[in-house]
Every structure is written in C-alpha cells, then in structure tokens.
C-alpha cells in the first residue's frame, strides 16, 4: 500500500519534473533512484523505516511511469507508427523477469542484499543500455505545432484546468484510465479467488484465472498496434472494452469454471490495447494530462481490489465481480467524450 500511495500522490512533483526536466532526463533519473531504492530497502532495520523506503519507490515508479509513456507517446509520433501496445506487452517480460530472477538466486543464496544487489546492478545496465535511444525533449514533436485553437468545451473546462492543470478531455482520459485500472486490478487479485470460491474450481484450476488473463492480455498488446493502425484508437478502446465487459457479464451470469476462464480471456484481449491507448491520448493532450492520467491509473490499481472486497463483503464475490464487468463497460462510454486520432494510411510503395 505504502508504494502504491506514494506513486498516487506524486502527481504534483511529476508535473513539476516533467516542465523542467523532460521525459528523456526524468526517466533516467527516477531509474536511477529505483537502482538506490533496493539497497536501502535491503538495509532497513525497521517497519517504519521499510515503509518510508517503499513510499519513495512508489514516488520514484510514479516519475518513471509517466516520463516512459511520455517518450513511448513522442516514438510514435516522431516516427509515424504505432507502438505503444508492443512497449506495454514488455512490461509483462519484466515481470517474468523478475519472478525468473528470485527463482534463480534462490537456488543460490538466501541473502536479501545479494538479491537486491543483483536486480540493482541489472537496472543500472538496463539504463545504460537504454540512454542513448531515448528522445530528447519529449522527441520534439510538438515543440513546433502550434496552440490548437480553443474547443467549444473550452469555458466549462476552464474552471477544470485551474483545478487540475489539465481540461475536460484530460479528465475524461483520467476517469476511463481509473476505470480500466480498476479492471486490471480486480482480476489480478481476486480470479484465484472467485474460481475457487464460487466456481469451485480444483487447487489446480484456480490459479489459471490470472494466467489467462496475463496470456491473453501479453498477445493481444503483441498485436495491438496493428489493430489500432487499421481500426484507430477509438474503436479499439470501444469495442475492446465492450468485449471485455460482456464477457465477464456473461461469464458471471452462466457460471461455472469453464466460463469463467472464458471470460476472463475476454478481459484479457479486450483491455490489453486500452490503456496504451488512453497513455497515447493523454500525451497528445500535454504532460499535465499525461500526469494526470497516470496518477489515477494507479489510484484505480489501489482502488479497485478494495472496491470488490468492500462489495463482496456485503453481498457475495459473483456481486463483486459484476463491478469490473460494468467498469468495463463504463470504459467505452467514457471514451465517446473525446476526439481519437484516426488510423493512419498504409504507405505504399
């Protein structure tokens, strides 16, 4: 909790960072402060101390989240083609990465700082090797266009954008992302739990909630930016959220195992591309939008496992799990309120 708290509540010094560093120097920057994150939280001595440790990786994810999908947002648009479905499906290499690497050091030593030392040491690699490809300045794209002209929504956001820095559409991305976010987080946390709870699903079973989840979402996001250079990114938010609602809807309502797994494959595809998507969206819309978004799809990861429990508790998890079918479906419904990029033209020779 303390990290997820600390990447939430980052979202002022992450606006300040971007103004004055860039994405390019803050995405080194928090990489770096992620690399003395895992030996301090190696050497607390205390409860107190270790959650103070994590608060500041969770501050220091919150900077590298929003700087990385800010340079992901200014690769597509230097370069005219859609990546950032491919770019978000490494995150899932990552943490099979990571899950490899604790096996791996296990059949070695125990030792908590040997463990960190090695992940520390990786990352100041990684960040070595990734340097010289990142681009300066936010890529430069939208340094020389000009100031769109005022929207017709422009007098009611205004009060908006002294809130929050940000205008209406940049809330309405906010609201789609904490919303998706909320999906991704229930069906991490509470597949397991609905198979073998109310499906009855064998010990053997259970855990394939999140492994078809996690399988479908990883292939989807390889095939992502193929979707959205045919379709646009509004139809693929729509109908990919749409898929995943009624699936689980429909999964919820039959019952059992099977249509469990089914459904939660529906999840899986149909949310993969939707919040690279809504990244790319609130890029084109300015870092504070970028900002913005990113600190309410963590408050959807934090928010949304406790909003099921808290509704399971009353009624029963088949209730609970109907919540992310409708946030799914509330996905595509916010999408409507803003104006997507179409898909780009085939080249041809």
Known sequence: MACGVGAAVSFPLVAHLMKRLGSRQLALWSGLCLVGVLPALSAAGNYPLVLAVVFVDGVAVGCLNVAMNAQGAALESRYGRTTMAQLHATFSGGQLAGALLASGMNAVTHALAAHFALGAALLVLLLAAARPGLL?????????????????????????????????AALWLSFAMMLGTVVEGAMTDWSTLYLAEETGASARLAPLGIAVVSVMMVLARLLGDRWRERWGDARVVRVGSVVAGTGLGLALVTGGTWPALVGFACVGLGMATVTPCLYVAAAAEGPQALTLVAAMGTTGLLAGPALIGFVAGHTDLTVGMSVVAVSALLVSLTARHRSWHTPRKTRTA
């Open 136 to 168: 300066a300045d936010d890529g430069g794209a939208s340094a020389e266009e000009p100031e769109p002209e005022p929207s017709k929504d422009a007098h009611e956001a205004k009060g908006l954008r002294k809130l929050t820095g940000a205008g209406q």
